[in-house]
C-alpha cells in the first residue's frame, strides 16, 4: 500500500492508494458462504444459532494476533478529536489482520479504499468498522443534546438521531460515538453540552429515544449505525467540573443517579458502549472491573463490545493505577474494554500477557466475539461495502426534509425565561428593529460545539432569520457591538446608534460556540467579555429589548435576570438556528422548551440541582434563623429551576387527583390533574410529575421526576394528564445495595416545573 499525503483547506488526511490490480471486488469463502444465507427467511433465534455458528467458525480459524488486531482501533486524521493523534491507519497492519476499526474518517470513496484493502489483503478478509463522533448531526447540524433535551420530545429526538444516522451512512460511517448519556450537575463542565442534563429520568428517556433513533429496528440496514452510550461511568461528575477531573462518590448516588441512562441505553439495544477517562473511588473507568464486568455485562446483561475512549487506556499510566504499556492492557482488558482506542497498547502487549499467563484467551476471545457479532450484526459480512452508496451520498445529505425536522426540533429547544412586558411575540410589520450582538451573524457559532462535519455556510444566522420573517417594509439594522470575549467597547457606538433609530432591539449575546464541549471546561460561567455591559447601554436608550442568549451550558445571569424584561434561551440551535429563532420572535411558533437543567444565581452554588437531599436544619423550615443551610451573599436556590419554561399563553394547574391513598405491590396509583390553557393562544406544556420518599433507610431527595407529558391545548381548552406510578417507581438502593421501596408515606408533586407544583400523598403498604 502506498499512503498519499492529501490536503485541502479543511483537513489533511492520508488516502490510501491501491494499485489497479487490486480494484476488482474478491470475497473469502467464509464471506461468500454467509452473503448467500443472510437472505434466507429464518426467524429470529435460527439467526441467532446461525450467527454464533459463523461466529464460532470465524473465531476458531484465526491466530492470536489476528483475534487482537480486531481489539486495535487506528484513526485517520479527517478530524482531530482528543488529546492524541490515534494511531495512524498503516496498511501492513490492514494486510495482516491488525486493524479491527477506524475512526476519523468519512466520505464513500475514502472509506471505500480503506475496507476495500482490509478485505482483499487479510487472510480472513474481515471487514472494518468505521465510526466517528456524529454528537448532533452529520450534515444536517441538529441543536446541541442539551438543547435538544429542552424540548422534553422523545419523538423528535429519536427522528433527530434517525436522520443523523441516514446521513452517516451515507457518508460510509456505521458507528457513531453517541449519545453521551452522563448525568451533568456542573456547568463549569464543557461537556454538560452534549447530553440530557441534570436529571436521571430525563436523561433516561432521552437516552433510549437516542439510540433507536440511530439503531432504527434493524442494523443490517444501510441506513442505520452502530450505537455507543458514553462515556461509561460518572464522567459528567468531575470534581470542580475540570475535564478529565477525578470523580468521588457514593454506591448508591452511582447507581441511582449515574447509572440508570446507561441500563436505559442498553435496554434499547445500544451496540457498544465507551468507557471513560476518569477514575470513580480511586479507580479508572477504563479499568474498573467492577463498573464493566460486573455491572454492565453481568448485571445489566450488555453483549455489546466496550471501547475505550481515545487514549484512555494509556491514561491508565498518568493515573498512578498502570506500571507501564503492558500493565495497562492487562489492566483494561481484564476489566471488560474489549478495543483499544488510537493506543495501539492491545497491539503491541496482549501477544505478552497472554503467553505469560497475565491474560486468558478466554477473556481475548470473549472481546473478539463480541466485536465481530456487532459487524455480523450491521450485515458487513454479507457485504462489506453496503455503507459505501455513492447515490446515497448525493441524495441524503442536507434534504429539505431533515432541514425541517432541523429547524422543528431547534423550535421546540428555546426556552422563554421571561417576558414580563409582552414585548413577545413582535409584529411582522415592524418599522425598523435594530439586531446587536456579537452572535446575531454568527453562522458557525450556531452549530455550537461538535459539528466538525458541518458547514458554517449551511447555517442560517440570527440576522438572516429576522430577515427573512419580517415583511417587506420592516428595515433591519444590524451592528456587531463586540467580539464574544472582548472589552472593548470600540464597536458600541454602531450599536447605539442603531438603536436610537429603532422601534425595537433584538441582541443575541453569550458564548462562542466553541467555548463549551470537550476540554472547554469554564471556572467562570458568567457572560464573556463586555457584552453584558452593551446590554446596559442599550437599554439605557429606552427601546423595547429582547435578550437572546447562546451558550452551550447555564450561565450566571443574576443582572440580566434581575434587569431585562424579556430573555429567551436559544442555545446552539444548528443549521436552522436561524429560522427557528425568528419563529418564535415573530409568533409563527409558540415556546414549550424546558429547561433540563438549573440556572444558578452564581457560581459559588454549583454543584446545583433540584433534586437535592435535605439538611438537617433545612432554610425552608425556618427562613429567618441564621443556623441554617444557606449562603449569606446569594439564595439557595436556582436563578431559573429544572423544568422551568414560559409561553406566549398561561396554563392552569388544578384538580389534583390520586386513585387510592394507599399504594401496595403489583397494584398501580394513578395521579391525574386537569391542566387549563387560560391565554388566547394555542401552546404546549409539558406536565411534570415528582415524587419524595418523606422517610427512608437513606435519605432521598426533595423531589425526583418520576413522569412527564407534553400536550397540545388551544385557548380555553381543558385535559386532564394521567399518570400511572408502581411499586417498582419507588425503588432505590438502601445501605447494603439491595434495590428496595420501603413502606412509608410519599409526596406527589405536579407542576409546569420543579418549584410550581400542586401536591398530594400517599402511602406505600
Not at 206 to 234: E, M, P
Not at 594 to 606: A, D, E, H
Request: proline fraction near 4%.
Amino acid at each position: 500500500m502506498i499512503a498519499l499525503k492529501s490536503t485541502n483547506s479543511k483537513f489533511t488526511f492520508y488516502k490510501i492508494v491501491f494499485l489497479s490490480a487490486l480494484l476488482a471486488i474478491s470475497f473469502h469463502p467464509l464471506t461468500a458462504e454467509v452473503s448467500a444465507k443472510c437472505s434466507e427467511p429464518v426467524g429470529q433465534e435460527a439467526a441467532k444459532t446461525k450467527m454464533n455458528a459463523f461466529i464460532d467458525q470465524l473465531i476458531n480459524s484465526m491466530t492470536l494476533e489476528e483475534k487482537i488486531g480486531q481489539l486495535n482501533q487506528v484513526g485517520g486524521s479527517m478530524a482531530d478529536t482528543g488529546p492524541i493523534n490515534p494511531v495512524s491507519a498503516q496498511g501492513q497492519e490492514m494486510k495482516n489482520g491488525g486493524v479491527g476499526a477506524v475512526l476519523n474518517i468519512w466520505g464513500v470513496d475514502v472509506v471505500r479504499n480503506y475496507q476495500r484493502f482490509a478485505v482483499e489483503n487479510s487472510r480472513l478478509h474481515i471487514p472494518l468498522m468505521f465510526g466517528l463522533d456524529v454528537i448532533h448531526g452529520m450534515k444536517t447540524i441538529f441543536p446541541i443534546p442539551l438543547a435538544q433535551a429542552a424540548s422534553w420530545n422523545m419523538t423528535a429526538i429519536e427522528k433527530a438521531e434517525r436522520l443523523a444516522a441516514v446521513e452517516a451512512t451515507a457518508t460510509g460511517v456505521n458507528w457513531v460515538f453517541a449519545p453521551m448519556v452522563d448525568i451533568a450537575r456542573d456547568p463549569r463542565w464543557g461537556r454538560i453540552a452534549e447530553g440530557g442534563g441534570e436529571d436521571t429520568y430525563l436523561s433516561s428517556q432521552i437516552a433510549y429515544a437516542r439510540v433507536k433513533g440511530f439503531q432504527g429496528d434493524d442494523l443490517s440496514k444501510n441506513n442505520t449505525v452502530a450505537a455507543c452510550a458514553k462515556h461509561y461511568v460518572g464522567y459528567g461528575a468531575a470534581i470542580a467540573g475540570r475535564d478529565y477531573n477525578t470523580v468521588d462518590m457514593s454506591l448508591q448516588l452511582l447507581h441511582d443517579v449515574y447509572l440508570p441512562p446507561f441500563k436505559s441505553a442498553v435496554d434499547a439495544g445500544v451496540a457498544t458502549i465507551m468507557s471513560a477517562f476518569n477514575t470513580l473511588n480511586g479507580v479508572p473507568a477504563s479499568g474498573n472491573s467492577y463498573l464493566i464486568r460486573q455491572v454492565l455485562k453481568n448485571e445489566f446483561g450488555f453483549y455489546g463490545f466496550v471501547d475505550s475512549d481515545a487514549g484512555a487506556i494509556l491514561e491508565l499510566m498518568a493515573h498512578g493505577y498502570a506500571a507501564d504499556r503492558a500493565d495497562a492492557g492487562r489492566l483494561a482488558i481484564n476489566a471488560g474494554v474489549d478495543m483499544d482506542m488510537g493506543t495501539g497498547i492491545y497491539a503491541g502487549e496482549l501477544a505478552g500477557l497472554i503467553k505469560n499467563g497475565s491474560v486468558s484467551e478466554k477473556t481475548l476471545d470473549d472481546a473478539v466475539r463480541r466485536i465481530l457479532t456487532v459487524k455480523y450484526k450491521l450485515g458487513l459480512f454479507d457485504d462489506p461495502y453496503r455503507y459505501c452508496d455513492k447515490k446515497k451520498e448525493k441524495k441524503d445529505l442536507l434534504t429539505a426534509e431533515h432541514r425541517t425536522a432541523a429547524k422543528d426540533l431547534a423550535r421546540q429547544s428555546i426556552v422563554l425565561l421571561k417576558n414580563d412586558q409582552h414585548i413577545l411575540p413582535i409584529s411582522k410589520n415592524i418599522r425598523k428593529i435594530a439586531v446587536i450582538g456579537p452572535l446575531v451573524d454568527a453562522k458557525n457559532d450556531m452549530l455550537g460545539c461538535w459539528s466538525f462535519t458541518g458547514d458554517k455556510k449551511d447555517a442560517v444566522s440570527i440576522l438572516d432569520g429576522i430577515k427573512s420573517a419580517v415583511s417587506p417594509k420592516t428595515a433591519v439594522l444590524y451592528a456587531k457591538g463586540c467580539d464574544v470575549g472582548s472589552t472593548s467597547t470600540g464597536q458600541f457606538d454602531d450599536a447605539l446608534k442603531i438603536a436610537a433609530e429603532a422601534d425595537l432591539v433584538v441582541m443575541a449575546i453569550g458564548e462562542s460556540g466553541d467555548m463549551t464541549g470537550e476540554a472547554h471546561s469554564r471556572a467562570d460561567i458568567s457572560i464573556p467579555g463586555n457584552q453584558e455591559e452593551l446590554v446596559r447601554r442599550i437599554q439605557a436608550t429606552g427601546k423595547p429589548l429582547v435578550i437572546l442568549l447562546a451558550n452551550g451550558r447555564p450561565l450566571t445571569i443574576p443582572w440580566l435576570a434581575g434587569n431585562v424584561s424579556t430573555l429567551v434561551e436559544t442555545w446552539f440551535l444548528g443549521s436552522e438556528a436561524g429560522h427557528a429563532i425568528a419563529d418564535v420572535l415573530f409568533g409563527d411558533y409558540n415556546p414549550s422548551g424546558k429547561l433540563p437543567v438549573s440556572f444558578p444565581v452564581s457560581v459559588g452554588q454549583i454543584p446545583l440541582y433540584y433534586s437535592e437531599c435535605s439538611t438537617g436544619r433545612p432554610l425552608a423550615e425556618d427562613p429567618g434563623s441564621i443556623f441554617r443551610s444557606r449562603y449569606i451573599d446569594s439564595p439557595n436556590d436556582a436563578l431559573f429551576p429544572f423544568g422551568y419554561g414560559l409561553s406566549y399563553t398561561t396554563f392552569q394547574y388544578s384538580n389534583l387527583k390520586l386513585s387510592k391513598p394507599e399504594l401496595t405491590t403489583d397494584q398501580t396509583l394513578e395521579v391525574s390533574v386537569d391542566i387549563t390553557n387560560t391565554g388566547s393562544r394555542q401552546g404546549e406544556e409539558v406536565a411534570q410529575l415528582y415524587i419524595r420518599d418523606l422517610c427512608a433507610s437513606v435519605c432521598q431527595p426533595v423531589k425526583v421526576l418520576k413522569r412527564f407529558e407534553k400536550i397540545a391545548l388551544n385557548p380555553s381548552e381543558t385535559k386532564t394528564v394521567t399518570f400511572r406510578l408502581q411499586q417498582e417507581d419507588l425503588k432505590f438502593h438502601n445501605a447494603e445495595m439491595k434495590w428496595v421501596a420501603e413502606p412509608g408515606d410519599f409526596m406527589i408533586y405536579v407542576g409546569g416545573n420543579s418549584k410550581e407544583v400542586l401536591q398530594a400523598s400517599f402511602k406505600l403498604l
